[in-house]
């Protein structure tokens, strides 16, 4: 069974600034990943390269080589990643353009031709999965900020993409709303998904992912289970230790 994600030697840069730098590691299919790092250590550029956004629809100048599923990121389209790699931005203003919830879910399906009665059927079981049936017909536009997140998350549910990239989807929620997505991702998880997500609330990485990857200067500083935060690098990355891991 072929990784989720493979990546040699990537790196990434933006003109003269070096973002990523010979990045290599390995994630098997099924794990719960958090990507940790202060602001501006390329969790963000990595994400975005494992769907070939960059440097595709994002021009960088990227070496190396990353796979996901067995897929050459460099040898396939994004729409043909799209199917197995989803991407939920911090903002979901960012990504949700449609005039319902429906459409919105059911876009990439759309594209990919699917019958009408199919997408029906995959936009309600996406609904549920996320918690908020019911809302097909709203406007995305009238709800909550963790309400649009919960439709982004709920578009890469119904496309079936097997890997889920978020990137920092708790930043503006209240505590609640953060444990409520963070309880989703566990679920979706349990389904079988790898999730790969980005986040500066480390006591609720702690909680739900099982492993820790920390960029540092474009390089990645460390990578493992929850001993990472008691590895004096952790705290020379910036980065907050858990509540619970202290003393």
């Known amino acids: 069974m072929p990784a989720a994600v493979e990546a040699t030697d990537l790196s990434a840069s933006y003109g003269e600034s070096k973002v990523l730098d010979a990045v290599s590691f390995s994630i098997s299919q099924g794990e719960f990943v958090a990507l940790m790092g202060a602001v501006g250590t390329g969790k963000t550029t990595l994400m975005l390269c494992l769907n070939g956004v960059i440097p ?8 190396g080589s990353v796979a996901v599923f067995g897929k050459d990121v460099s040898r396939n389209s994004v729409q043909d990643l799209s199917r197995d790699v989803a991407f939920v931005f911090q903002d979901p203003d960012d990504q949700i353009f449609s005039l319902t919830v429906e459409e919105e879910v059911g876009f990439a399906l759309k594209n990919r031709g699917m019958h009408s009665t199919k997408i029906t ?8 999965a996320v918690d ?3 809302f097909a017909a709203r406007d995305p536009s009238t709800l909550s900020h963790g309400q649009k997140q919960k439709v982004a998350i709920a578009s890469a549910v119904a496309a079936d993409a097997r890997l889920i990239c978020l990137d920092e989807p708790a930043s503006a929620l209240d505590y609640r709303s953060s444990v409520s997505l963070f309880e989703l991702l566990r679920k979706l998880n349990r389904q079988g998904k790898t999730i790969l997500i980005s986040s500066h609330d480390t006591d609720l990485l702690a909680r739900y992912a099982r492993r820790f990857i920390v960029l540092e200067g474009g390089k990645i500083a460390l990578d493992g289970g929850r001993g990472v935060f008691r590895d004096r690098r952790f705290r020379r990355a910036g980065l907050k230790v858990p509540c619970k891991i202290k003393g």
């Open 56 to 63: 595709k629809l994002v021009p960088a100048q990227v070496s």
């Open 121 to 128: 059927s995959r936009v309600k079981t996406a609904l549920d």
């Open 132 to 134: 908020i049936a019911g």
